[in-house]
């Protein structure tokens, strides 16, 4: 109980140089912005001032009073390449925007939402502490009410800063577990930019009572679909009503909570064939009046799993797609509307059905789009080269900030019928790793007991999908027991036997059967691809031309095809991308794509398009 305190007390008040910051509530991100009758929102994305705090003197200085000799700075957009000086700096940077707030917000509760700073920030509004949070690439929100100026302009203030960590997820600067002899120091294979990545929104819902979260599960009775809804609403709520498909279900509510069962007849399955979304509409009412009203979408289907296959409504489904990345050059990690329409374009032509959010969850748009195009998810939290050993206060930290991640990805994800399997870490490492002849060590218990309670968390959040966590070369296969799915990455004929992708194919083979027959589940290998330098040929296969690549998939894919229990084979990477500087890593790029990083064709995207196309 007294540890409970202690967390309670820290999570809610954290005090930074006698100002209070509270702790992001994840409650609060439940329901993305939605402007109707009822709530309003207001988009702050935009040209923001902006100001570099290298000596960390902003907070003592008080520049949450207003920035003064500032630049201007695009968001969403990393700040490292929008200017030539902050290409590397990941040390702390500051964000101003001013904003009037409508009066016709007035009496409603208004909120501040951040899609993603990577890594940590702060908020001060009108020079007033309000809260502070810990992760990239998940949103965070807090209350304003309070502390808005009504009939004058208001300040918005967001520190951010990227320092690289061992105690952080992902983790970086510390030289011991390096993936790479690499700068700046990340300990995992991407650039790590720094900033505002998503929108910043302000948002209202109604004060009195207000709909708080929609929990959508599906399944099917016979033809029928069978759909319950849970509701939590804040506030005086007492009574409401659900309508999807022209059904209607009066809901009432006690402690806040309200639940649903809906019946469809004859329901239409979401499928990537048939993507179709159903529109959910919650209201709640006082007597004959409306008082707040939310609509959200749905895809009825369901996702299981048996020894080797993965089914989709109870029919076996094969994972055709990527690994990728957000990342543009410019935007670095920030959001790019256009470069998300054109990767789902892409995805269509090459005859694609799904991608995993390699290495942390993507923008919400993104999950929107891949549920509208019947784009199939694997969402991964951003624990990428996560390892179990070294400094017990930084493990400790580390597995609480992943338990928090996968807190805030299901509350964010969870009704997006494309999401089907969650994925709680990339390529977690193990003290020793056999990367040569692929015998698998066994992990260590602390990783074993770390990974076992990110698995039992997910499990007891949301247990309608699968879960997996992927697998590293020559990592520990006791690991691969752990999720519904066991994913590998796999780079034979790369990072071992280089140049010998006949070679690389014999021990992929060999040592797919030996993985099935321990783990006893479904396969996908999430990652197999070779560095690729667009425009580089060779009469015979060679090592970075575009006949190596090629020659690499279709032995991987034929390999796939000669076995009953591979589920998916996502090739890395989708689109070439920004890594941190390394000798293997020419021009600071990862050329794996099999389109370049302004997403333009390589020889294997056409093989891709042949092959994949032939099999929709
Ligand atoms: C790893 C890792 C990727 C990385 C890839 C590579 O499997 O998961 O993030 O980019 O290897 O080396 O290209």
Redesign the pocket.
């Known amino acids: 109980m007294k540890s409970l305190l202690t967390i309670l007390f820290v999570c809610l008040s954290v005090q930074m140089n006698g100002q209070d910051f509270r702790t992001a509530n994840t409650e609060d991100i439940a329901l993305f912005p939605q402007q109707n009758e009822f709530r309003n929102t207001l988009d702050l994305s935009g040209i923001w001032k902006f100001k570099k705090d290298s000596l960390a003197e902003g907070e003592k200085q008080q520049w949450f009073k207003g920035l003064s000799d500032y630049r201007s700075i695009a968001v969403p957009g990393s700040w490292n390449e929008q200017f030539d000086d902050m290409r590397d700096y990941l040390a702390m940077a500051w964000y101003e925007k001013e904003t009037y707030i409508p009066a016709s917000w007035k009496g409603q509760r208004i909120f501040i939402r951040v899609g993603s700073a990577n890594y940590a920030a702060k908020i001060w509004v009108n020079g007033q502490p309000l809260g502070q949070h810990e992760g990239g690439h998940l949103p965070f929100a807090f209350e304003i009410s309070s502390l808005v100026n009504w009939n004058a302009s208001n300040r918005i203030t967001i520190q951010v800063e990227n320092i690289l960590k061992p105690d952080r997820v992902p983790t970086g600067g510390d030289v011991a577990t390096g993936l790479f002899n690499n700068f700046p120091k990340s300990n995992?294979?991407?650039f790590p930019y720094a900033g505002l990545h998503r929108a910043v929104w302000l948002y209202t819902v109604p004060s009195a009572a207000a709909i708080a979260d929609v929990a959508i599960n599906t399944g099917f009775t016979g033809n029928d679909g069978a759909v319950e809804i849970k509701v939590v609403a804040h506030g005086k709520a007492s009574q409401g009503r659900i309508s999807i498909a022209g059904i209607q279900a009066p809901i009432r509510f006690s402690g806040g909570k309200a639940t649903a069962s809906i019946k469809i007849p004859n329901v239409r399955r979401w499928s990537p064939e048939d993507p179709f979304l159903y529109t959910v509409d919650v209201t709640l009412t006082e007597g004959n009046k409306t008082i707040d009203h939310y609509t959200t979408e749905t895809g009825v289907r369901t996702i299981t799993a048996n020894s080797k296959q993965i089914l989709l409504n109870g029919k076996p489904i094969f994972l055709k797609g990527f690994g990728k990345h957000e990342d543009f050059p410019i935007y670095g990690r920030g959001t790019a509307y256009p470069v998300m329409i054109k990767d789902f374009s892409l995805f269509k032509w090459i005859g694609a059905n799904s991608f995993r959010t390699?290495?942390y969850p993507y923008d919400e748009e993104y999950m929107r789009m891949a549920d509208r195009e019947g784009i199939l998810v694997i969402d991964e939290i951003p624990a990428?080269g996560l390892y179990f050993h070294g400094d017990t206060a930084q493990l400790q930290r580390r597995q609480s900030v992943c338990h928090q991640y996968i807190n805030e990805l299901i509350t964010r994800d969870k009704n997006h019928p494309s999401v089907i399997i969650w994925c709680i870490a990339?390529?977690p490492f193990p003290a020793k790793v056999g990367l040569t002849s692929g015998e698998e060590k066994q992990g260590d218990d602390q990783a074993l007991v770390s990974l076992k309670t990110l698995f039992k968390q997910v499990k007891t959040l949301d247990s309608s999908r699968l879960t997996t966590l992927v697998g590293?070369m020559g990592g520990p296969s006791d690991w691969l027991t752990l999720g519904d799915v066991t994913c590998v990455?796999r780079y034979w004929g790369w990072y071992t036997n280089p140049g010998d992708v006949r070679a690389g194919a014999a021990m992929l083979s060999m040592e797919l059967d030996r993985l099935h027959q321990k783990v006893q589940k479904p396969v996908i290998i999430t990652?197999f691809g070779a560095d690729t330098y667009p425009g580089m040929h060779a009469e015979q296969p060679e090592m970075f031309t575009e006949e190596y690549q090629t020659d690499f998939i279709k032995a991987y894919l034929d390999v796939a095809d000669s076995k009953d229990f591979i589920a998916g084979m996502h090739v890395?990477?989708f689109a070439d991308f920004k890594t941190s500087q390394a000798i293997m890593r020419f021009g600071g790029i990862?050329y794996?794509g099999v389109f370049t990083r302004d997403r333009k064709p390589k020889m294997a995207a056409h093989y891709l398009r042949q092959r994949w196309a032939r099999k929709n």
């Open positions: 995992y294979d991407f390699s290495h990428v990339n390529e590293v990455n990652e890395w990477a990862n794996k």
